[in-house]
Each structure stands twice: as structure tokens, then as C-alpha cells.
């Protein structure tokens, strides 16, 4: 029997990741900037999706999109309308990241599988679908952990003059920071979330001073009190990552998850991978 190819997308609120899976092997890969629903128009979404229709060089069976912020009916809809229209003649699939990062990380065992990026969200999963979904709020209601959550933290800190004074010198040095233009890029300028990330690096790149490490730390505690914590599930069950903070972090969240009494289990940098596996 012919082997059939699948296009398969891994969108966060920065970053997407594009690729043609076949027999559960990942065969080619690209990488645009991501597609959050709620903030990019109707032709930007369309104008990113077609870069990478142009590019395919072998027809598609089927497309399967997970995306940030394709959790409730509208944007999701929205998303299938809009991709439909760069592919128009294949089944086309739009599901939430976190049942994404599910799949990719767990199969079709019993988990918890958590997203640290830009965003973050976990869930309960089993058999390849969501038992409980407890996060993804975005930045303003949630989003503990994340590097959003992060940056907002260090640059409230910044604006508050509370940051010892070596990283605030550090952190003028290498942003070129001030007032105004932060208070631009935060409530004026679109993607917040995504400039407040930015900051992430910096955190990380700090992380053996006291002021950052406990910064960075009280926001791994938070995203487990306000998510994993409240799934109804024993201790045991393994909590598996993704996501860029995730991955440079990890030391840091494995530590936090076993002082709260948790068993931090994969960590993986890409979940497409683990899509084209799950989409055998």
C-alpha cells in the first residue's frame, strides 16, 4: 500500500513549526513565525500558511493544525476557514496546542502534559485525548511560567525600580529599554505576549543570581499550584514538557516539580516528531 503523507503544524504564540510526515517519519520541515488567532488578521494567517503550500513539492493527504489559541469555537473555526482556503482540496483537521503537545508527549498513555513557551497550559490526558484541561488563560489571566509570564514579572520589576542594580544595568545594556517605549509595545502594539517573552532569555541567561533564580522559580511554583496540581490524578503519573522555556529551564523545573512532589518526565524540544508518530 502507498504511503500517505500528512502536513502537520505545530503553532505556538512566537513560533510554528511545518512538516511533512510519512509512515510516522518526519520527511521535511519548515518554520514560520507562529499563528495566534487573536492577533494576526485574516491575510497574515492566510499569507503564512501559503508560504508553506508553495513550498510542498508532493501532494498531501491531509492537514493537521494544532495551534495556540484555537481552544474555543470561533478562532478555531476561523483557523479551519482560513487554512482551507490554501488547502483547499485535502481533510484538514484544527486542534488546540496543548492536544498537540498531548499526543506528541504521552501517545496514547496516561500523563500530564504541559506546554512552556510563550504561553503556558497543561492537561490531563489519556489514549490520545484530553482528560482535564486546566491554563491556557493567556497573559493577562494566566499564563503562569511562561516566558510571557516571565518577561511581565522582570519588566514590572524594571519599571518599579526593584531589580538589584546590576541587572538593571544589564537589562538597559542589552534591550535599550525605557519607559515609554515599553508602555507602547505592551498595550499599544500588537503581540504583548510575544515582546514580553523576549525578556525570557535574559532571565535565563541570569539565572545563577539569587533575584532572577527566585523570579524564575516562584513562577514554576505558580504554573504547578494554579494547573497540574489541580488534576485529579496520583502524584506518580509522569508530567512531560515542551516549549522553549521548558526546555531552557529544565533544570530549574525539575527541581521545583520534585519539591512539590512530582515526577517530571520527558521534556521535549519539538513535538512534531512525536505528532507524526502519534499520526502513523
Known amino acids: 500500500m502507498t504511503a500517505r503523507t500528512f502536513l502537520i503544524a505545530d503553532s505556538g504564540g512566537t513560533k510554528a513549526a511545518w512538516a511533512l510526515a510519512r509512515d510516522g517519519q518526519v520527511i521535511w520541515q519548515r518554520r514560520t513565525p507562529g499563528l495566534p488567532p487573536s492577533f494576526l ?3 497574515e494567517i492566510i499569507g503564512l500558511a501559503k508560504s508553506i503550500a508553495d513550498q510542498l513539492d508532493c501532494p498531501i493527504e491531509g ?16 483557523m479551519k476557514k482560513l487554512l482551507q482556503y490554501v488547502f483547499p482540496k485535502v481533510p484538514l483537521e484544527v486542534e488546540t496546542d496543548i492536544l498537540g503537545a498531548a499526543r506528541a508527549l504521552c501517545g496514547y498513555e496516561e500523563g500530564i502534559a504541559c506546554i512552556l513557551g510563550t504561553g503556558s497550559n497543561a492537561c490531563h490526558c489519556a489514549a490520545g485525548q484530553i482528560v482535564q484541561n486546566i491554563g491556557g488563560l493567556g497573559f493577562i489571566l494566566g ?9 511581565k514579572t522582570l519588566i514590572a520589576a524594571y519599571l518599579n525600580n526593584e531589580l538589584p542594580e546590576n541587572l538593571h544595568q544589564a537589562l538597559e545594556k542589552d534591550y535599550a529599554l525605557n519607559r515609554d517605549g515599553i508602555i507602547e509595545a505592551v498595550y ?25 533564580a527566585a523570579l524564575a522559580e516562584q513562577q514554576f511554583q505558580a504554573f504547578f499550584e494554579k ?7 496520583d502524584k506518580s503519573i509522569p508530567v512531560h514538557f515542551t516549549g522553549s522555556v521548558a526546555t531552557h529551564f529544565e533544570a530549574l523545573i525539575r527541581k521545583t516539580a520534585q519539591e512539590m512532589g512530582l515526577q517530571a ?3 521535549l524540544t519539538d513535538p512534531i516528531e512525536g505528532l507524526a508518530a502519534f499520526h502513523r
Do not use: M
Open 188 to 212: 499599544r502594539k500588537p503581540g504583548p505576549n510575544r515582546y514580553l517573552a523576549a525578556f525570557a532569555p535574559f532571565v535565563r541567561q541570569w539565572l545563577e543570581h539569587p533575584y532572577l
Open 63 to 78: 492537514v493537521y493544525f494544532y495551534g495556540t489559541g484555537c481552544r474555543e469555537s470561533h478562532p478555531s473555526a476561523r
Open 227 to 233: 494547573s497540574v496540581l489541580k488534576f485529579s490524578v
Open 143 to 151: 499564563d503562569e511560567g511562561s516566558g510571557a509570564a516571565l518577561g
Open 265 to 267: 518526565g520527558t521534556f
Open 41 to 43: 488578521t485574516d491575510a
